[in-house]
Structures are given as structure tokens and as C-alpha cells.
């Protein structure tokens, strides 16, 4: 397997966090994305969106890091990353897209450019502007951990909502939102960093990330 990611893409690290969680082994393929190569050939001809991650498995080219990390569970399903039960595996999907969807895009690398591109943000416009979706978005991740509490996001084991929450919280750090209103957020990533799955594929420890 091929992984094309950016280090310091968040969903990118999701996917590496999952084939760590899994064990099993590729090839690092980086894209710089401050530098437009996700744009240019060959990656542009690979990708139809144009974004990262994008994981080749044999002839399989596979986008979208939920839709990557669910592939891996169907086809590498131990340790599996989704609960068994119809209602536990809605609950960790639904935790997993209050970040993915409800965070993320509204943040991500091309957002941000835009802002203070062809939308003149200034840069501290910008940050607030970050933080403000971050922090009130984790609220309600926050609140989906209150109702039952457990190591992880769900139950004692990592599931597809740890592989998002993660570099969700990274990202937060590194734009320095407030993190002291989501205890039961923090306490899940605190868990999640003491393993290697989490901590040997942070941001920093890339390649790329020199």
C-alpha cells in the first residue's frame, strides 16, 4: 500500500493512525500542500479531488479519510475500529462526523487561504475564526462523551472516532484554542497518546515533517 498525505493534514493523520492501529505497513508518499503539488501532476491525474490522503492499495485508489479508514476495517478487520451493534457503531460514526464534518471543513488548509486571500481576513481575523468552530465544535463532542463516559471514545478500545478526534485536538493546540471546556475530550486524547499507534504517526514524526 501507498499513503499520499500532507504531515500536517489532519485527515491524513487519521489514516495513518488506523493502519497503525492495524499493523500493517506502506509506503510514505508526501504531498506538500502549502506547495500546490496536490494540484499539479502526477498526483492531480491520481486524485480526483485533488486532496489528501489518498491510500493506493493495489489497483484500488481510495479517497475520503472516513471512507479510507472504513475500507481498511472491511478488509483488514482486526482490531476492528467499528463496534459490532447497529446503535454503537451510529454513535462512534456520528462522534467521528461531528468532527469530520461539522470542524474540519470549515478549517481546513484551503478555507484558511481563502480567508485571507480573495476574502482579505487578516491573519488574526482568520485565527479567530478557527477557534471559534474548533472550540464550539468540540462542545458537542464533548457532550456526546458526557452521556457515556468511557477510556476511549467509545468503549475501551480505539474506534474510528479516536483516529479523528486526535488530529482534530492537534490542530487545536497548534492554533491555540481553549481546550480547558472539553475535560472528557481531553481525557480521550490523553488515553489515546499513550499509544504507539497514536503517538508514533503524530504530525512531527513524519517524514515530511523536517
Not at 472504513?70 to 462522534?95: C, F, G, N, Q, S
Request: proline fraction near 7%.
Amino acid at each position: 500500500m501507498e499513503l499520499f498525505n500532507y504531515f500536517r493534514s489532519s485527515a491524513s493523520y487519521r489514516v495513518r493512525i488506523a493502519l497503525a492501529l492495524k499493523g500493517l505497513d506502506y509506503d510514505y508518499r508526501a504531498v506538500q500542500l502549502v506547495k500546490g503539488e496536490q494540484l499539479q501532476e502526477p498526483y492531480a491525474a491520481m486524485a480526483a479531488a485533488r486532496l489528501v490522503p489518498l491510500l493506493v492499495d493495489g489497483e484500488q485508489r481510495l479517497s475520503q479519510s472516513l471512507a479510507i479508514i472504513e475500507y481498511l476495517d472491511e478488509t483488514h478487520p482486526k482490531p476492528p475500529l467499528l463496534p459490532r451493534e447497529p446503535a454503537a457503531r451510529a454513535r462512534v460514526r456520528a462522534i467521528a462526523l461531528d468532527i469530520a464534518c461539522e470542524i474540519h471543513p470549515l478549517n481546513n488548509l484551503r478555507v484558511l487561504k481563502y480567508l485571507v486571500g480573495p476574502m482579505g481576513l487578516s491573519e488574526d481575523d482568520k485565527n479567530r475564526w478557527y477557534r471559534h468552530w474548533v472550540e464550539t465544535g468540540l462542545e458537542a463532542v464533548e457532550r456526546q462523551l458526557v452521556q457515556a463516559p468511557s477510556t476511549y471514545c467509545h468503549g475501551e478500545a480505539p474506534t474510528l472516532a479516536d483516529c479523528v478526534l486526535v488530529p482534530q485536538i492537534f490542530n487545536a493546540q497548534r492554533f491555540e484554542c481553549r481546550l480547558d471546556h472539553v475535560p472528557q475530550v481531553m481525557r480521550v486524547f490523553e488515553a489515546c497518546m499513550k499509544l504507539a499507534a497514536f503517538e508514533e504517526t503524530r504530525p512531527e514524526k513524519c517524514p515530511d515533517a523536517a
